[in-house]
């Protein structure tokens, strides 16, 4: 695969550099069998300038700071994401006791609303100030969308959300199957759709739109 990538960038720079236009070039790979998305990563590669040779455009490089920056993003979000879905189950415990619950089990609603208060209090300050940093360097620099690890860390996110959204939606099912509908179980499986549902749709619109000034 390594090696049919290389002499696809070498046949369209080689291509490029005798004066063949991009239009002839995507329609003679097209010809050949090449998938429209390796030929246009190919051309994209190349400015589309006046110069005598083609000139490359530059290209998303790995850093580890990068990767502290993204991985301390995503993190963050995940545990704000996390315990704000605790503190919210904890609310509808507390504001629809079952009759079945014992005071200890009280008391630990009332240790984790605090843990998941300091947590969000922490963590969600923390993804906003990485965010905001991450989209100003996006915006002087927009090469930088293509970064690997930004992406390989946003189809995480999505596939972790979207699971999230399936598994709710069977329990809800399975109970509704079952006959075992409360007012307190309806109000959690609500409030993991919307949070799994504002993070899925929130990175799903920002790959759209990559793709799109792309």
């Known amino acids: 695969m390594a090696s049919s990538t290389q002499e696809l960038e070498l046949f369209v720079r080689d291509s490029l550099a005798a004066g063949a236009s991009r239009d002839g070039i995507q329609a003679a790979l097209a010809t050949a069998g090449w998938a429209p998305e390796q030929v246009r990563s190919a051309l994209d590669a190349y400015a589309d300038v006046a110069f005598p040779v083609p000139v490359p455009r530059p290209r998303p490089y790995l850093s580890a700071r990068e990767a502290f920056l993204y991985l301390v993003l995503f993190s963050t979000l995940y545990v704000a994401a996390y315990h704000l879905g605790s503190l919210l189950f904890d609310l509808i415990t507390r504001a629809l006791p079952d009759p079945a619950d014992s ?3 009280l008391d630990r609603v009332g240790h984790s609303m605090r843990w998941s208060v300091a947590s969000v209090i922490i963590a969600f300050p923390v993804f906003l100030f990485v965010a905001r940093h991450l989209g100003r360097e996006l915006a002087r620099n927009p090469v ?3 970064s690997a690890v930004r992406r390989w860390l946003t189809y995480l996110t999505l596939f972790v959300a979207a699971a999230v959204l399936i598994g709710d939606m ?9 006959g075992e509908l409360t007012l307190r179980f309806v109000l959690k499986v609500l409030v993991v759709a919307a949070i799994a549902g504002t993070i899925f749709g929130y990175y799903l619109g920002d790959l759209h739109k990559e793709e799109r000034e792309a």
């Open 103 to 105: 005071e200890f089990m």
């Open 144 to 146: 930088k969308r293509l």
């Open 170 to 178: 069977i329990t809800l099912v399975s109970n509704l199957l079952g």
